[in-house]
């Protein structure tokens, strides 16, 4: 089983709601990932978490709130959002957070900022 | 800081190989990942090659690595329109697990 399961797959948000976005895998990985896709762009990280702890930040603006409850789980809290944060977010994970482990991301949630 | 590129399309005949190339300039990298994304969905992780391999073949997929040019290929033999899709060369970073991705190649398959 290498599946990890984001949900929602879609998800509108007006600028002053909040929302979450959950993630969830059960291959006993210790490292999960956030990653920003644009369209037609290369998918960007934005966080990392290594063994529930969170390890690197690249630098994303406090509207951005990651949370990893357990190890399996991991969630991205959004408020006050601008539109260009609508993107397709995607969550990943792997064996531990090192260069020579695979990565095996989700499906995605699609966000849409109005 | 670590780049990759990668050129941004490709178009072939089903049945024809495909070879999609990529170029990384971090000189201690150690893995290298393909990784496949069809329009609207995730990444798929398609393979992955060790720095100390020069060739990993995985059923159609052949990865091909030139340390020394730092380039990295993948061949897909008898392409299939089921492969028409965004292919992502990537590097892992430092040893956080990031990974560096390319701009990604468009391939298209003309039946």
């Known amino acids: 089983d290498t599946e990890v399961t984001q949900t929602p797959k879609h998800l509108v948000m007006g600028m002053t709601n909040k929302k979450s976005l959950k993630c969830e895998q059960h291959?006993?990985?210790?490292?999960m990932y956030w990653y920003k896709q644009k369209a037609k762009k290369p998918p960007e990280l934005m966080f990392v978490?290594?063994?529930?702890?969170?390890?690197i930040n690249e630098s994303v603006p406090s509207r951005f709130s990651p949370e990893c409850p357990n190890s399996s789980l991991l969630n991205l809290h959004l408020h006050a959002l601008q539109p260009e944060d609508s993107a397709l977010y995607l969550c990943?994970?792997?064996?531990?957070?090192?260069?020579?482990?695979?990565?095996?991301f989700g499906q995605g949630t699609r966000l849409t900022v109005v | 800081g670590e780049d990759v590129e990668q050129s941004l399309f490709l178009s072939v005949r089903e049945g024809d190989s495909s070879v999609i190339n990529c170029t990384y300039t971090?000189?201690?990298?150690?893995?290298l990942y393909w990784y496949k994304q069809e329009p609207g969905a995730g990444l798929q992780l398609l393979t992955y090659?060790?720095?100390?391999?020069d060739m990993k073949q995985d059923q159609r997929l052949t990865v091909l690595l030139n340390k020394k040019d730092k380039h990295l290929s993948l061949r897909i033999a008898d392409t299939q329109t089921g492969d028409s899709a965004i292919y992502f060369c990537?590097?892992?970073?430092?040893?956080?697990?990031?990974?560096?991705f390319g701009q990604g190649t468009t391939l298209q398959v003309k039946p």
């Open positions: 990943a994970s792997s064996q531990e957070g090192s260069k020579n482990t695979e990565a095996f």
């Open positions: 291959m006993g990985h210790r490292a």
């Open positions: 978490y290594s063994y529930e702890k969170l390890s």
């Open positions: 971090d000189s201690s990298s150690t893995y």
């Open positions: 090659i060790f720095s100390n391999m």
């Open positions: 990537a590097d892992a970073s430092g040893n956080t697990g990031k990974l560096i």
